[in-house]
């Protein structure tokens, strides 16, 4: 961003001005043939480039306005969490392995009921993917979390 800063003055300034030369020009017109050409074309062209550099200062300010953090006044930057955090009571299940009868039995409710909204018994379901198979599990993957989604929302 540059170092000047522009102000809403300047901007209803430049507006003004290239609204007043851009459709306002007509009375130029009328001068004599040798100059009214010239004129007329010269202040519509600078009428346009004033409203043209107005608009662009206006979406500049608001830009500038818009990127204004009320909250951190002083610019701070927090440190993210690096440190891997894990549940000891979560079940890690590869998904190389999804296509096990374990699996299915949980999807068709024969072996396993899967109540995730059950105050009572809490469940959590995690699913992950490999970003290096993503292409051989996405398939899976969207069956998997439909299903599951038809389940939690019955």
Known sequence: MRSERITRRQ??????????????????????????????????????????????????????????DPFNDENESFMQETRLIENEYSAKIPLSRMISPQLYWAMTGNDFTLDINNPEDPKILCVGNNPDRQNIYSAVLGLYNSHITRLINK
């Not at 130029?28 to 004129?39: D, N, S």
């Not at 107005?54 to 830009?63: E, Q």
């Open 11 to 68: 901007i209803l300034l430049a507006a003004a001005a290239g609204q007043l030369l851009f459709f306002f020009g007509d009375p130029l017109r009328h001068l004599p043939p040798q100059w009214a050409a010239p004129l007329y074309v010269a202040a519509t062209s600078i009428g346009f480039l004033s409203l043209f550099l107005a608009g662009l200062w206006l979406g500049r300010l608001v830009k500038e306005r818009l990127r204004e």
